[in-house]
C-alpha cells in the first residue's frame, strides 16, 4: 500500500475561498458584513478532487492520502482569535467532507485555530473534536502563527506543552507546518517552510522535550528542510551541547518525509536518515507544480524518486506504507478496520 502523508486541499471550491476574502475584508473594514461560509456541494468537491489530487493519485500509484486544508491559507497571522477559529473550523469540516466523499482514499488531518500571543491551549478543543469526531489521524502544528517574525517561544518551550498533552492522550502525531509569510525576507515555499523545518529541528536538539514526552511524535515535512544535507553540522552541535547522540535524543520521536523534488536530494535523504524515520509524502498540487524540463516529469512525482532509490523493497515497503501506520496509528486501527 502507497500512503501519501502529505496531501493539501489546494483545489478546494472557489466558494470556500470567498468566505476567507470576506473575513479579510472584515478586518480591514468593521462596517463590512459579517462572513459565512458559503455553500458548497458534494459534485463541487468531487470536481475539484477528481481532476486534481484523485486523478495523480490515480497516475502516480499511490493509494491513500492523509489530507489537510491548504497550508499557505490557515493565515494564523491574520485577524483575531474568533477569525483563526471560524476560519479552521471550516477548513476542518471540508476536509471531513472530502473524507466521507472518498473514504478509501483520504484520511483526515486537521489545522488547528493558532493566533499570535495566544495561549496554544485555546487550539486543544478543535484538536479534540477533529479527532474524535471527525476521525482525523493527526494535526499540523505552526511554530510560526506570527507569519514570519518568529514571535512565538520554541518548540520545546513549555507553551506548547497544552497540545503536546493532548496530542499524547489522542496518540496523534503533529506535522510542524508554516503558513504563509507576511515578511518580504522570507518566500512563504522556498524559505520560510524550509527555514521552519530545519529550525523546528534545531530547537529539538537543544530541549529535552522527549524526556517530557516520550510517546510524542512529529513529522517534519520537505525532507527535513537542510537537515539531512547538514547531518554532520547538526550532530557535532548535539556533542557540543552535552547533548546525547541524535539517534536517541530526537530520532525516536521526530520523523522526515520525501516531498524533495529531485533525485539526488531524495538518494541522500535515504542514505543519512535512518529508513524507518522517513515518510512517504508529495505534497503534491502544491508548492511545485510544474513539469522538470530536465526530466519530463512533474517534480512533485516523489513516487518515482522513491521507486528509483537503492535500497530494498523492504525498505521501500516501510518508506511506503509500515513508518506512516506506526507514525499514525489512528491510520493503522482505521485499515485494520478495513482488513488492510
Keep these: 500500500m502507497i500512503i501519501d502523508c502529505h496531501g493539501h486541499y489546494t483545489t478546494a471550491p472557489a466558494a470556500h475561498q470567498k468566505f476567507r476574502d470576506a ?8 462596517t463590512a458584513p459579517v462572513a459565512r461560509p458559503g455553500a458548497i456541494t458534494d459534485d463541487e468537491i468531487r470536481e475539484s478532487i477528481e481532476k486534481n489530487q484523485l486523478r495523480l493519485q490515480r497516475e502516480r500509484g499511490a493509494d491513500l492520502t492523509l489530507f489537510s ?27 471531513k467532507r472530502v473524507v466521507d466523499l472518498y ?25 479534540e473534536r ?69 529550525t523546528a ?15 510524542l511524535r ?28 541524535l539517534e536517541e535524543h530526537v530520532m525516536r520521536n521526530v520523523f522526515f518525509d520525501t516531498c524533495v523534488y529531485h533525485q539526488p536530494g531524495i538518494d541522500l535523504l535515504a542514505r543519512v ?10 505534497e503534491m498540487v502544491g508548492a511545485v507544480r510544474g513539469i522538470d524540463p530536465r526530466t519530463g516529469h512533474y517534480f512533485d512525482d516523489t513516487k518515482r524518486y522513491v521507486d528509483a ?15 506512516a501506520r506506526r507514525v499514525f496509528p489512528r491510520l493503522d486501527a482505521l485499515l485494520r478496520a478495513r482488513g488492510l
Design 103 to 127: 473514504p478509501g482514499n483520504f484520511a483526515g488531518v486537521c489545522q488547528l485555530p493558532q493566533s499570535p500571543g495566544a495561549p496554544i491551549a485555546n487550539s486543544v478543543a478543535e484538536l
Design 130 to 198: 477533529c479527532v474524535r469526531e471527525l476521525d482525523f489521524v493527526g494535526c499540523n502544528l505552526n511554530p510560526d502563527p506570527s507569519g514570519g517574525h518568529w514571535t512565538s517561544p520554541p518548540l520545546t518551550d513549555r507553551h506548547w506543552y497544552p497540545c503536546y498533552e493532548k496530542m499524547v492522550e489522542l496518540d496523534v502525531p503533529a506535522m510542524i507546518h508554516v503558513s504563509a509569510s507576511c515578511n518580504p525576507n522570507f518566500h512563504a515555499t522556498g524559505a520560510h517552510y524550509i527555514n521552519a523545518d530545519t
Design 218 to 245: 512529529f513529522i517534519i515535512p520537505h525532507g527535513g528542510g537542510a537537515v539531512p544535507y547538514h547531518w554532520g553540522r547538526y550532530r557535532g552541535l548535539a556533542e557540543m551541547l552535552k547533548r546525547p547522540p
Design 273 to 282: 536518515i535512518d529508513i524507518g524515520n522517513i515518510l512517504f509524502g508529495s
Design 69 to 95: 486544508p491548504r497550508a499557505s491559507a490557515m493565515g494564523h497571522h491574520l485577524g483575531n482569535e474568533a477569525v483563526s477559529s471560524a476560519w479552521t473550523r471550516v477548513n476542518n469540516d471540508l476536509i
Design 23 to 30: 473575513q479579510i475584508a472584515g478586518l480591514k473594514d468593521p
Design 309 to 323: 532509490l537503492s535500497v530494498s523493497s523492504a525498505e521501500k515497503e516501510r518508506i511506503f506504507e509500515k513508518n
Design 201 to 215: 529541528f534545531m530547537q529539538f536538539i537543544e530541549g529535552d522535550l522527549f524526556r517530557d514526552f516520550p510517546t
